[in-house]
């Protein structure tokens, strides 16, 4: 053989050599960019927003942080009562430097699946945000001790367990008397999600109120059966509207945002609720009964960081400027000064104690066991 034959099989060898390494490093490389881009999807499929807020749940690193879940039972992008509180577990993120993580949740099967979840992974707090996650933060608690669980609108506490009661029937007497004298029909309506006791205890206080500027006032009231059917909510309220409503007050969450639409088509004026709702309808909106949820949050929030926090029922009211009415400065013009007046003497009473929008027992967050207590078509004008 001679050493041109040599030199080519030998070139010709090294070459297949060469090329089998550089397709087994190239395939290497794609498997473990391929595992990598699994890890990820498996973190975001979780329905985490701490994947995408830096929190990295179930490290060791991440054990020795601050971390803060939320439990939500609709979308966040409901610009209300959810949405309101996913700004405020932002809100602890930003001020506290918080991991967090948010899941919405439908049942209480899984309230409790999620609870332990959290509580199993460590996180110092959770928030169940509504009165319905209660009972599953009762159940759960004991067996995570060093996890705090808050529930909004919640009236019970154990040793880690509280909860946050609004007085959210304070503003919506503000907004009833608004509602009272703004009405050229002698109707106003009130249109809620499903009938939970501090939603109706509002209701209730929306009518007082109402009934307080204008004794002749008729107040229907209407449930959709859920939180997030727009539709429905729009045929609510086009059924009150065909009953004469011309003032209505809606807390529905996204189902609400049919509220407004319907507002809008028959040209009524409408209330937004638990989140600042002046801008999504400017034109029907008189003003927005509102709870600054990141306030509320971030004050639990700070004593579960500082190890200050003891299970017990938070009440916030107007003096905590917590929950408060906010008028829609573009429809000011539309609101008579001696309204804006009246509204403003009702707020100074109700903050100073000298006037109750409902009877004591009949305040969601009295008595445990008493609900609201008063239908919207028996609430009397708010007593002093």
Not at 46 to 65: L, V
Not at 222 to 236: L, P, R, T
Request: with cysteine.
């Amino acid at each position: 053989m001679n050493f041109h034959v040599i030199a080519r099989r030998l070139s010709t060898a090294i070459h297949s050599t060469v090329s089998h390494i550089m397709w087994t490093v190239a395939g290497a490389a794609v498997m473990a960019a391929c595992g990598r881009a699994g890890e990820q999807h498996a973190a975001e499929a979780g329905g985490s927003a701490g994947a995408a807020s830096g929190s990295a749940a179930g490290s060791d690193t991440s054990r020795q942080a601050f971390r803060v879940a939320l439990l939500t039972p609709g979308p966040i992008s409901d610009q209300s009562w959810n949405g309101g509180a996913y700004n405020g577990l932002l809100a602890i993120r930003d001020s506290l430097g918080a991991q967090i993580s948010h899941v919405q949740t439908k049942t209480p099967a899984e309230f409790e699946e999620n609870f332990r979840q959290y509580g199993a992974k460590q996180y110092a707090l959770v928030f169940g945000h509504g009165f319905e996650f209660q009972d599953a933060a009762v159940r759960v608690a004991p067996s995570y001790p060093k996890t705090v669980y808050v529930t909004t609108s919640g009236n019970t506490a154990t040793r880690n367990v509280g909860g946050m009661t609004f007085a959210f029937e304070e503003p919506s007497y503000l907004a009833g008397v608004v509602a009272g004298r703004m009405t050229k029909s002698g109707v106003v309506g009130v249109i809620g999600g499903t009938e939970l006791p501090p939603v109706k205890s509002s209701f209730a206080a929306f009518a007082a109120g109402a009934k307080a500027a204008n004794p002749k006032v008729r107040v229907l009231s209407s449930f959709i059966g859920n939180w997030d059917d727009v539709s429905a909510g729009k045929e609510q309220a086009l059924a009150q509207i065909g009953r004469g409503a011309d003032v209505i007050f809606q807390n529905a969450d996204a189902a609400g945002l049919g509220v407004f639409q319907a507002a809008r088509e028959r040209g009524v004026y409408a209330f937004g609720s638990n989140s600042n709702q002046n801008a999504v309808a400017p034109d029907v909106v008189l003003g927005s009964v509102v709870i600054d949820l990141p306030r509320a949050f971030l004050r639990v929030a700070r004593e579960v960081k500082a190890g200050t926090f003891h299970g017990q029922v938070l009440r916030l009211g107007l003096d905590t400027k917590v929950v408060t009415l906010v008028m829609n400065p573009a429809l000011a013009a539309k609101v008579p000064g001696a309204v804006t007046a009246s509204v403003d003497s009702a707020e100074r009473e109700i903050e100073a104690g000298r006037l109750k929008p409902l009877p004591e027992g009949a305040r969601y967050g009295g008595a445990a066991d008493a609900g609201s207590g008063v239908k919207v078509s028996e609430a009397k004008p708010g007593g002093r």
